[in-house]
C-alpha cells in the first residue's frame, strides 16, 4: 500500500485550506497573569515527504530518445531509467494545453475546459480554456500542506486573453487560483527560444533579459536550479514541487548550430528507413511486444522516395535542428539532477519524466521555415521555403532567429514507430502514447522491465497524493472539488506484470477519439488530418454521427494495426457507448467543437472584445491575442506623432520575423511591411518627403476578397491625404505569432522586418502622442 512507502501517516484532510491552529498561550489581564506556551510547528506531511519534480518535453514522439530504440541521444533519460522504471503504455491527451491540465489537476481534459489549446477556447464548458476552481491543481493541494511550489518554462493554461501585463492574475500559475509560488517562463503554447516573452511571476520582463549566447531552456533551468537551492538554504525541512516544461521541443525549432551539427548525416537515409531501424530496436530491446507490427504510412503522406533530390537537403536539416534542440533539452533536464546530487537530496526526490505532452508534431507538414502556416491554413510550395532561406543565409539559417522552421511531417510519422499518426490524433498511439520515467530511489528499486499497465497523465496527481497519504479534498476556498479521474499507479512500482487498474479512459481532440477499455479500444480517426496542407471543405459537412470506428484488441495488436471492428460489432456498440457516457460526463460535447475557432469560426478564437483601442507610446509588449487584429481585419490605424527631418524607428509592429506587420520611419520615409509568414513580404514606402512638426498618420487596411488568406488593399494617409498604396496578396486568418506582441514605438522581440533586423527593437527616436486603432465593417 501506498501507506507504507513513507515512515508517517498524515490525517485525512477533506477540506483546504487547513483551518487556523488556536495559539498554545493563554492571555490575561497582564504579562504576570499569563501563560506564554507556543505549539510546536504543524506539519500535514509525512516526516520524509520527498521532493517532487515533474520533467515534460513538448511534441516529442514515443520512438524518439535513444532510451528506448529511437534515434535521438537523451542521456538525463538514460540516467533516470538507470535508478528507476519505465512505463511503455502511459498515455497523453494528444495537444499542448489539454495534455498539461490534466497532468496538473488529474482530471480529464474536458472536465477541465481544455478540449482545445488556450489561443482557441470557446464558449462550451469544455473548451473554456480555463481550469475551473472546481479542479484544484497539485500544486494547490501540497502548497496547503506544506510545499513550495514553482513552475518553469512553458504553461499554455492561461486564457489567452488574459495575458496582459495587468492580467487579471487569477488564472496564472502563481496565486490562490493555481496555486504555485513561482513562476518563470512564457504563458503562451509556443515562443521564440532567442527572443521570449518572458514572465517572471506576473510582471512580463523587458525582452533585454537575453543575452548574445542566450537560449531560453538555458535560461529556465538556471532559474530552476537557483530556486531549489534557495529553498534549501532558506527553507531546509520544507519538500518542493517543481514543474519543467520547456518549449522543447516545440515549433519553432531553435538550437545552437552545433548541436544540430551532432546529428549531420544521421538521417540521411529518410523517415521510411528511420522507422524500420527504430522498429527493429525496440524490439531488440523489449520497449514493444515481440508479436507488434509495424504500420504502414499513411497514403496522405509523402514517402522519403517521393523527396525531390533538391529538397532533401533541406528536409535533413529541418530534422538535424529538431534532434539537436531535443538532446539539448534532455540534457538541460539533467542540470535538475546534478543540483540534486550536489544538495545531497536525490536519494529522496520523486521524479516523472513525461516523455511529450503528445506525439510528434505533424504541423510542419511538408517542411517549413514559418511554422504557423498550417494553423493559418495557408498552402505553400517548397521551392518557396527553401528560395526565402537561401535569400536569409542558406541551410545554416534554420534553427537560427531568422526563421520558425518546423520539420516535415514525415519525421513525426517516424518519431511515433511503431504506431499510426501523429499529435492532434486522439484515435492513435502516435499521437497519444508517451513513455514516462519514474524514479525515486529511496522508494523504487530500479528495474528494466517496462511497466505495460495502461495509464494515462491524470494518473500522476493521484499517485502523488497516494505517496503522501493525502486524501485529494473535497472542498477547496469552500468550492465543492470534481472526481479524480486519475488512479494511483503506486500498486506498478515494485510490481512490473501488476493487473492494470485502469477502469477506462477515453480521448479526444477536435473530433478525433478514441475510448479503452480492458485492452480494447475503439477509435475515429476525425474531420482533420493535421499533416495535409490548407483546410479540406469536406470538414463543414462533417457529422460525429457518421463516422465509422475502427476496433484493436490491445492484447493482440500492440500498434494499432489490424482493425477488426467488421469481426466484432457488439464490441464497437459497447466502446462507443461508454464513450457517450464519459463524453457527457465531462463536458466534451459537442464533439468536434475544438473545430469551433481553429476551423469554422477563425473569428471566434480569443481576443479582445473591444473594437477601437487606445494606445499611447508606454503601450508595449501586448500579447498577440490581446492586441488589436491590424493583419487579420478591416482597420485604420491612426497616429499622432510628432516627425522630424532625423525622425526614426518603428510606430507600432505585430509579431515578429516569422510573421506580422509593422509601420517604421527611416532616412524620410515612411514603410509599411506585411510579412505572411516570411514566403511573402509585402512592402509599401512613401516616396515624397514627409511633413515634419504635428502630423497625423493613418493605415487602412481593407480585405479585397472573401474567404480564407484574402487578399488586403492598404493606403497610407498624413494629413488626410494619400501618400502610398499597396495590396497584401494574402492575409493571415487566425494570426502571427503565438507569443510575440504588439508594439507602439519599437518592436520588443523578435524584429518584423529585416530592414532593422540588426537595430531591433529599433525604437521610435520621437514622441508619439497617441496611437488609435479602429475596426471597420
Same mark, same amino acid.
Given at each position: 500500500?501506498?501507506?507504507?512507502?513513507?515512515?508517517? !501517516?498524515?490525517?485525512?484532510?477533506?477540506?483546504?485550506?487547513?483551518?487556523?491552529?488556536?495559539?498554545?498561550?493563554?492571555?490575561?489581564?497582564?504579562?504576570?497573569?499569563?501563560?506564554?506556551?507556543?505549539?510546536?510547528?504543524?506539519?500535514?506531511?509525512?516526516?520524509?515527504?520527498?521532493?517532487?519534480?515533474?520533467?515534460?518535453?513538448?511534441?516529442?514522439?514515443?520512438?524518439?530518445?535513444?532510451?528506448?530504440?529511437?534515434?535521438?541521444?537523451?542521456?538525463?533519460?538514460?540516467?533516470?531509467?538507470?535508478?528507476?522504471?519505465?512505463?511503455?503504455?502511459?498515455?497523453?491527451?494528444?495537444?499542448?494545453?489539454?495534455?498539461?491540465?490534466?497532468?496538473?489537476?488529474?482530471?480529464?481534459?474536458?472536465?477541465?475546459?481544455?478540449?482545445?489549446?488556450?489561443?482557441?477556447?470557446?464558449?462550451?464548458?469544455?473548451?473554456?480554456?480555463?481550469?475551473?476552481?472546481?479542479?484544484?491543481? @497539485?500544486?494547490?493541494?501540497?502548497?496547503?500542506?506544506?510545499?513550495?511550489?514553482?513552475?518553469?518554462?512553458?504553461?499554455?493554461?492561461?486564457?489567452?486573453?488574459?495575458?496582459?501585463?495587468?492580467?487579471?492574475?487569477?488564472?496564472?500559475?502563481?496565486?490562490?487560483?493555481?496555486?504555485?509560488?513561482?513562476?518563470?517562463?512564457?504563458?503562451?503554447?509556443?515562443?521564440?527560444?532567442?527572443?521570449?516573452?518572458?514572465?517572471?511571476?506576473?510582471?512580463?520582463?523587458?525582452?533585454?533579459?537575453?543575452?548574445?549566447?542566450?537560449?531560453?531552456?538555458?535560461?529556465?533551468?538556471?532559474?530552476?536550479?537557483?530556486?531549489?537551492?534557495?529553498?534549501?538554504?532558506?527553507?531546509?525541512?520544507?519538500?518542493?514541487?517543481?514543474?519543467?516544461?520547456?518549449?522543447?521541443?516545440?515549433?519553432?525549432?531553435?538550437?545552437?548550430?552545433?548541436?544540430?551539427?551532432?546529428?549531420?548525416?544521421?538521417?540521411?537515409?529518410?523517415?521510411?528507413?528511420?522507422?524500420?531501424?527504430?522498429?527493429?530496436?525496440?524490439?531488440?530491446?523489449?520497449?514493444?511486444?515481440?508479436?507488434? *507490427? #509495424?504500420?504502414?504510412?499513411?497514403?496522405?503522406?509523402?514517402?522519403?522516395?517521393?523527396?525531390?533530390?533538391?529538397?532533401?537537403?533541406?528536409?535533413?536539416?529541418?530534422?538535424?535542428?529538431?534532434?539537436?534542440?531535443?538532446?539539448?533539452?534532455?540534457?538541460?533536464?539533467?542540470?535538475?539532477?546534478?543540483? #540534486?546530487?550536489?544538495?545531497?537530496?536525490?536519494?529522496?526526490?520523486?521524479?516523472?519524466?513525461?516523455?511529450?505532452?503528445?506525439?510528434?508534431?505533424?504541423?510542419?507538414?511538408?517542411?517549413?521555415?514559418?511554422?504557423?502556416?498550417?494553423?493559418?491554413?495557408?498552402?505553400?510550395?517548397?521551392?518557396?521555403?527553401?528560395?526565402?532561406?537561401?535569400?536569409?543565409?542558406?541551410?545554416?539559417?534554420?534553427?537560427?532567429?531568422?526563421?520558425?522552421?518546423?520539420?516535415?511531417?514525415?519525421?513525426?510519422?517516424?518519431?511515433?514507430?511503431?504506431?499510426?499518426?501523429?499529435?492532434?490524433?486522439?484515435?492513435?498511439?502516435?499521437?497519444?502514447?508517451?513513455?514516462?520515467?519514474?524514479?525515486?530511489?529511496?522508494?523504487?528499486?530500479?528495474?528494466?522491465?517496462?511497466?505495460?499497465?495502461?495509464?494515462?497523465?491524470?494518473?500522476?496527481?493521484?499517485?502523488?497524493?497516494?505517496?503522501?497519504?493525502?486524501?485529494?479534498?473535497?472542498?477547496?476556498?469552500?468550492?465543492?472539488?470534481?472526481?479524480?479521474?486519475?488512479?494511483?499507479?503506486?500498486?506498478?512500482?515494485?510490481?512490473?506484470?501488476?493487473?492494470?487498474?485502469?477502469?477506462?479512459?477515453?480521448?479526444?481532440?477536435?473530433?478525433?477519439?478514441?475510448?479503452?477499455?480492458?485492452?480494447?479500444?475503439?477509435?475515429?480517426?476525425?474531420?482533420? @488530418?493535421?499533416?495535409?496542407?490548407?483546410?479540406?471543405?469536406?470538414?463543414?459537412?462533417?457529422?460525429?454521427?457518421?463516422?465509422?470506428?475502427?476496433?484493436?484488441?490491445?492484447?493482440?495488436?500492440?500498434?494499432?494495426?489490424?482493425?477488426?471492428?467488421?469481426?466484432?460489432?457488439?464490441?464497437?456498440?459497447?466502446?462507443?457507448?461508454?464513450?457517450?457516457?464519459?463524453?457527457?460526463?465531462?463536458?466534451?460535447?459537442?464533439?468536434?467543437?475544438?473545430?469551433? !475557432?481553429?476551423?469554422?469560426?477563425?473569428?471566434?478564437?480569443?481576443?479582445?472584445?473591444?473594437?477601437?483601442?487606445?494606445?499611447?507610446?508606454?503601450?508595449?509588449?501586448?500579447?498577440?491575442?490581446?492586441?488589436?487584429?491590424?493583419?487579420?481585419?478591416?482597420?485604420?490605424?491612426?497616429?499622432?506623432? *510628432?516627425?522630424?527631418?532625423?525622425?526614426?524607428?518603428?510606430?507600432?509592429?505585430?509579431?515578429?520575423?516569422?510573421?506580422?506587420?509593422?509601420?517604421?520611419?527611416?532616412?524620410?520615409?515612411?514603410?509599411?511591411?506585411?510579412?505572411?509568414?516570411?514566403?511573402?513580404?509585402?512592402?509599401?514606402?512613401?516616396?515624397?518627403?514627409?511633413?515634419?512638426?504635428?502630423?497625423?498618420?493613418?493605415?487602412?487596411?481593407?480585405?479585397?476578397?472573401?474567404?480564407?488568406?484574402?487578399?488586403?488593399?492598404?493606403?497610407?494617409?498624413?494629413?488626410?491625404?494619400?501618400?502610398?498604396?499597396?495590396? @497584401?496578396?494574402?492575409?493571415?486568418?487566425?494570426?502571427?505569432?503565438?507569443?510575440?506582441?504588439?508594439?507602439?514605438?519599437?518592436?520588443?522581440?523578435?524584429?518584423?522586418?529585416?530592414?532593422?533586423?540588426?537595430?531591433?527593437?529599433?525604437?521610435?527616436?520621437?514622441?508619439?502622442?497617441?496611437?488609435?486603432?479602429?475596426?471597420?465593417?
Amino acid at each position: 500500500m501506498a501507506a507504507l512507502l513513507l515512515s508517517t !501517516s498524515v490525517a485525512a484532510q477533506e477540506s483546504l485550506p487547513f483551518p487556523p491552529r488556536p495559539s498554545g498561550s493563554t492571555a490575561g489581564p497582564t504579562i504576570a497573569e499569563s501563560t506564554y506556551s507556543p505549539l510546536p510547528p504543524e506539519s500535514h506531511l509525512p516526516e520524509d515527504a520527498p521532493n517532487i519534480i515533474i520533467i515534460m518535453l513538448d511534441d516529442v514522439g514515443p520512438a524518439l530518445p535513444e532510451t528506448f530504440g529511437g534515434v535521438i541521444h537523451t542521456p538525463t533519460l538514460d540516467a533516470l531509467v538507470d535508478k528507476g522504471i519505465a512505463y511503455s503504455r502511459f498515455h497523453n491527451a494528444a495537444m499542448c494545453s489539454p495534455t498539461r491540465a490534466s497532468l496538473l489537476t488529474g482530471r480529464n481534459h474536458h472536465r477541465v475546459g481544455y478540449g482545445q489549446i488556450s489561443e482557441l477556447a470557446n464558449d462550451w464548458d469544455g473548451y473554456s480554456g480555463m481550469i475551473p476552481r472546481t479542479s484544484a491543481t @497539485v500544486a494547490r493541494v501540497l502548497g496547503d500542506y506544506g510545499y513550495a511550489t514553482a513552475a518553469f518554462g512553458k504553461w499554455h493554461n492561461t486564457p489567452a486573453n488574459e495575458t496582459t501585463a495587468v492580467g487579471p492574475y487569477t488564472n496564472w500559475p502563481v496565486g490562490e487560483g493555481i496555486g504555485f509560488d513561482y513562476f518563470y517562463g512564457f504563458l503562451a503554447g509556443e515562443t521564440s527560444q532567442w527572443e521570449p516573452a518572458v514572465v517572471e511571476n506576473t510582471v512580463r520582463l523587458d525582452p533585454s533579459h537575453g543575452k548574445a549566447d542566450y537560449h531560453f531552456t538555458e535560461d529556465m533551468t538556471d532559474k530552476a536550479v537557483t530556486w531549489m537551492r534557495q529553498v534549501h538554504a532558506l527553507q531546509p525541512d520544507k519538500p518542493f514541487l517543481l514543474y519543467w516544461a520547456p518549449g522543447a521541443s516545440h515549433g519553432p525549432h531553435h538550437i545552437f548550430k552545433e548541436w544540430a551539427d551532432k546529428y549531420a548525416g544521421k538521417f540521411d537515409a529518410g523517415w521510411d528507413q528511420m522507422r524500420d531501424e527504430i522498429f527493429a530496436r525496440q524490439k531488440k530491446l523489449g520497449w514493444i511486444p515481440e508479436n507488434t *507490427d #509495424l504500420t504502414p504510412r499513411p497514403d496522405t503522406l509523402a514517402a522519403w522516395s517521393d523527396v525531390p533530390e533538391d529538397q532533401r537537403a533541406f528536409q535533413l536539416r529541418l530534422m538535424e535542428v529538431f534532434a539537436g534542440y531535443t538532446e539539448h533539452a534532455d540534457t538541460q533536464a539533467g542540470r535538475l539532477l546534478e543540483t #540534486l546530487e550536489d544538495l545531497g537530496i536525490r536519494e529522496n526526490t520523486l521524479i516523472f519524466y513525461v516523455w511529450g505532452d503528445n506525439g510528434s508534431s505533424a504541423e510542419g507538414q511538408n517542411g517549413t521555415i514559418s511554422e504557423l502556416l498550417a494553423q493559418n491554413g495557408i498552402e505553400t510550395e517548397i521551392k518557396d521555403h527553401i528560395e526565402t532561406m537561401n535569400e536569409l543565409g542558406g541551410l545554416d539559417v534554420l534553427g537560427s532567429p531568422k526563421v520558425d522552421n518546423m520539420y516535415h511531417a514525415g519525421w513525426a510519422w517516424a518519431g511515433s514507430t511503431p504506431y499510426r499518426s501523429t499529435k492532434l490524433i486522439a484515435a492513435h498511439f502516435g499521437g497519444t502514447r508517451t513513455p514516462m520515467v519514474v524514479s525515486w530511489p529511496n522508494h523504487i528499486t530500479a528495474d528494466k522491465t517496462p511497466r505495460a499497465q495502461f495509464h494515462h497523465v491524470n494518473d500522476i496527481v493521484p499517485t502523488i497524493y497516494d505517496v503522501l497519504d493525502i486524501t485529494p479534498p473535497t472542498t477547496v476556498d469552500g468550492i465543492s472539488q470534481d472526481p479524480m479521474d486519475g488512479i494511483s499507479m503506486t500498486y506498478t512500482f515494485d510490481s512490473p506484470t501488476a493487473e492494470g487498474r485502469k477502469p477506462g479512459q477515453y480521448f479526444e481532440v477536435m473530433g478525433s477519439r478514441a475510448y479503452y477499455k480492458e485492452d480494447w479500444i475503439a477509435s475515429v480517426f476525425g474531420p482533420r @488530418v493535421p499533416w495535409v496542407p490548407g483546410v479540406d471543405p469536406a470538414i463543414f459537412n462533417w457529422s460525429p454521427d457518421e463516422d465509422v470506428w475502427e476496433l484493436h484488441n490491445l492484447r493482440e495488436d500492440h500498434s494499432q494495426a489490424h482493425n477488426i471492428a467488421a469481426d466484432n460489432p457488439e464490441k464497437v456498440h459497447e466502446l462507443k457507448e461508454a464513450f457517450g457516457v464519459d463524453a457527457k460526463d465531462n463536458n466534451v460535447w459537442p464533439v468536434g467543437g475544438g473545430l469551433w !475557432s481553429v476551423v469554422f469560426h477563425p473569428e471566434d478564437a480569443p481576443s479582445n472584445p473591444a473594437t477601437e483601442f487606445d494606445y499611447t507610446q508606454d503601450v508595449v509588449a501586448v500579447p498577440e491575442f490581446t492586441a488589436p487584429k491590424v493583419g487579420t481585419r478591416n482597420n485604420v490605424v491612426t497616429i499622432e506623432v *510628432d516627425l522630424q527631418e532625423d525622425s526614426s524607428g518603428v510606430l507600432y509592429a505585430l509579431g515578429g520575423f516569422s510573421a506580422g506587420l509593422a509601420l517604421w520611419v527611416d532616412q524620410g520615409k515612411l514603410t509599411y511591411e506585411y510579412n505572411l509568414f516570411e514566403i511573402e513580404r509585402t512592402r509599401i514606402t512613401t516616396t515624397e518627403p514627409f511633413p515634419t512638426g504635428k502630423v497625423t498618420i493613418e493605415i487602412e487596411t481593407k480585405k479585397a476578397g472573401d474567404g480564407r488568406a484574402a487578399p488586403l488593399n492598404v493606403s497610407i494617409r498624413i494629413n488626410g491625404t494619400k501618400v502610398a498604396e499597396g495590396t @497584401v496578396p494574402r492575409s493571415a486568418t487566425l494570426g502571427f505569432t503565438a507569443n510575440d506582441a504588439f508594439d507602439v514605438g519599437r518592436d520588443s522581440y523578435s524584429p518584423v522586418s529585416e530592414a532593422y533586423f540588426d537595430r531591433k527593437p529599433f525604437a521610435f527616436n520621437g514622441v508619439i502622442d497617441r496611437l488609435n486603432v479602429k475596426y471597420l465593417q
